[in-house]
């Protein structure tokens, strides 16, 4: 995201009634009705088709997908400030019988997207978050992180490499995510299954 999109992000909570221009003489010039940054877009319930009509790089769904698990994905669009180039889709996969969620994939848009040899202690820490709001609520996932146990790891898959976060803590709590880049895309893969099951989800994705 560009320097503009984060100071958008910024200024989106802050609402003026009037924006103030300093001229330089130390005049001030009032400009009314300041113009608010476009909505972020989100598009929710869409056939693969729709969905891949939105964004700017190929959707690849996993070939693989466990018995007793949907095969047709859930698919939601979303794009920072209504912009494509800035889009991201999630395809989440439900039980047949419960309906609970089991597998998530995210892919988004991201121009020269890699898989980093290390991790950043910011890095890790905020992907550590997401596996931990993906498997209880973004609300519960602050005071979780310090209390639970996660495993970080980088593995080789063939000629690709990825990296593997997994809970590492009762069952009721398993889950774990799967990390990799591969030009021009981001992957996010998240599992309530066994971690061998989740590599074989991410190795099916062409």
Partial sequence: MNTLKQCQRVLCGIMPAIVVLVIGSGCCMPLANPVS??????????SLE???????FE??????????????????YHAD????????????????DSQELMIEV???HRPGAGTPEELTREVRGFYMRELLAWEMRWSDADGAGEQTAISVTRYQDGDVDRWLY?????????????DWG?????YLVFT???????KNIVRSIP
Avoid: C, K
Wanted: charged share 25%; glycine share 2%; hydrophobic share 35%.
């Fill in 166 to 178: 997994e809970i590492m803590e009762l069952p009721s709590r398993q889950a774990n995510m799967i």
């Fill in 37 to 46: 940054p476009p909505a972020d877009e989100i598009r929710e319930d869409l």
């Fill in 59 to 76: 959707i690849r769904l996993p070939t693989y997908i466990p018995t007793g698990i949907e095969m047709v994905p859930s698919i939601t």
């Fill in 81 to 96: 400030f209504g912009d494509p180039m800035e889009s991201d889709v999630r395809l989440r996969y439900y039980d047949s």
């Fill in 182 to 186: 591969s030009d021009p895309v981001a």
């Fill in 106 to 108: 995210y892919q988004r």
């Fill in 192 to 198: 309530q299954l066994s971690v061998e099951e989740a």
């Fill in 50 to 56: 729709e969905a891949q009509s939105l964004v700017p």
